[in-house]
């Protein structure tokens, strides 16, 4: 690994949690040796685990569930915390930094999103090319309002264009909405499903973002790797293949953000 | 400039003849060309030629944002991909082969173990598996296995050796595959492509 990328990594870190401590987030730092609950495993596969003491521990693998454990084990003074560090996933090293809010309004999710995008725009000499979203919430309302099968589900998550249009037929609104371009999409729902509360929230992040300038696209099949996320979920590019940003909502009342700090196009 | 991954071999032969059939002379040409080169790019558009299991890698990791790949190479393995279109040709299916008078069987060879240890688990059938790279009719041949799993086209192959299918497990077709984050950042160019050949 080259000295200046791992001298840019900590100066970014360093940068970041910096920001984060003058908007008022506690930063958290733990031991990344940690007590694993079985339970976990669904969403956490790549998780160390062994056993110490007849109590399963694990190496930390996600901050985000680190984090949740943290609060859920302590009483906090705090709602929103940030942190930087390594994680480790299957043999591989990867350095995450972030914030999770717990019980945040409309307005401190984008707040921190907006907080977000302008440090690290201000961090590189390339523009946001896209923010992509979506909410599950959103297929629930198409399957509710046509009176669909949950198969279709699986269809949707992986994009199966051709299987779609033979179970529901080339007219189908589904069906037109997944063969339009995904830039398109949001036009789309929102002609069908406009005074949605999960919609106006998506709109709402549309119109606070405008100043970035970038490529606004919801898609129905967008989903997180991370299968923990069940609500509104984001991931902003730059001109680069891997997201810099992911984050979304989790635990029905929880809202984190990633920065990619291995391959998002910022080192 | 957008990265399809191609199938060498028969699944190659069939795509171009698939594009002649749309009138696509632009990148027949170029692709038809005899090279030992591993790619070629045609205006906005880089071919690159693989074998059949590594183009879901390829798009897998965003090396390449779109792939052509037969579907048996996808229900066999589990990739982070999105599966977008069956496209018309590739057509073959799964089967269960063997001995024209074999009995019972608790003895399988193939190349395929996730698609035939799913089979007989949903058949509830108590069957070994063997996997084997190649070839696979030889295992019931020389005693190896009672029977095997394999792809079956014309049913030649089966039947120069003696053999006959017993039961058609499930079609197999060419699909259209996408790297999940290319399809948003190069999502002008994929959607281009992908309405010049049909797919939209």
């Known amino acids: 690994m080259e000295n200046t990328l791992i001298i840019n990594r900590l100066k970014l870190a360093q ?65 929103h915390f940030g942190y930087f560090g390594p994680v480790v996933r299957g043999y591989e090293t990867f350095y995450q930094a972030g914030v999770e809010l717990y019980g945040p309004g409309e307005e401190d999710i984008l707040k921190s999103i907006d907080m977000h995008l302008s440090f690290f725009q201000s961090k590189t000499a390339d523009r946001y090319r896209a923010i992509v979203v979506n909410n599950d919430e959103l297929l629930d309302l198409y399957i509710e309002k046509y009176n669909l099968d949950s198969n279709i589900k699986e269809l949707i998550y992986e994009k199966n264009i051709s299987e779609i249009r033979k179970v529901l037929g080339e007219e189908h609104p589904l069906t037109v909405l997944m063969t339009a371009k995904v830039s398109d999409q949001i036009e789309i729902i929102n002609n069908e499903f406009e005074n949605s509360e999960v919609l106006g929230f998506i709109n709402h992040l549309k119109s606070y973002l405008e100043d970035y300038n970038m490529k606004f696209i919801l898609d129905l099949s967008f989903r997180s790797p991370q299968s923990y996320y069940n609500g509104f979920y984001f991931q902003v590019f730059l001109n680069h293949d891997y997201p810099l940003l992911s984050g979304g909502e989790y635990n029905s009342n929880a809202f984190g953000i990633a920065v990619n700090l291995s391959n998002g196009g910022l080192l | ?197 049909g797919v939209f």
Request: one cysteine or more; glycine letters at 4%; hydrophobic letters at 35%.
């Open chain 2, 1 to 197: 400039m957008i990265t399809v991954a191609l199938t060498k071999g028969r699944l190659f032969k069939d795509f171009t003849a698939y594009l002649e059939d749309n009138d696509l002379p632009q990148y027949i040409k170029p692709l038809s060309e005899e090279t030992r080169s591993l790619y070629t790019v045609v205006d906005n558009v880089k071919f690159i030629f693989a074998k059949g299991p590594d183009v879901p890698t390829y798009v897998e990791s965003g090396v390449a944002d779109i792939g052509i790949v037969g579907s048996d190479i996808i229900v066999e393995d589990v990739f982070n991909i999105l599966n977008v279109s069956q496209l018309p040709f590739g057509d073959c299916h799964f089967s269960v082969a063997g001995l024209p008078e074999q009995g019972e069987l608790k003895t399988i060879a193939t190349k395929y173990t996730n698609v035939a240890s799913k089979y007989f688990r949903e058949k509830k059938m108590d069957v070994s598996l063997v996997h084997l790279n190649g070839s696979v009719e030889l295992a019931p041949l020389l005693g190896l296995t009672d029977g095997i799993v394999d792809i079956v086209q014309t049913g030649n192959t089966l039947k120069d050796n003696g053999l006959i299918e017993y039961e058609k497990i499930m079609d197999i077709h060419a699909r259209l595959i996408a790297n999940k984050r290319t399809f948003y950042t190069k999502e002008d160019e994929i959607y281009k492509f992908l309405t010049e050949i």
């Open chain 1, 15 to 79: 940068d970041y949690t910096a920001l984060l401590d003058h908007e008022n987030y506690q930063l958290v730092d733990m031991n990344m040796v940690e007590p694993f609950y079985i339970e976990d495993k669904e969403h956490h596969p790549s998780t160390i685990i062994f056993e110490r003491n007849e109590q399963l521990m694990s190496i930390r693998s996600d901050w985000t569930r680190s984090l949740l454990n943290y609060n859920e084990n302590y009483q906090l003074n705090h709602r």
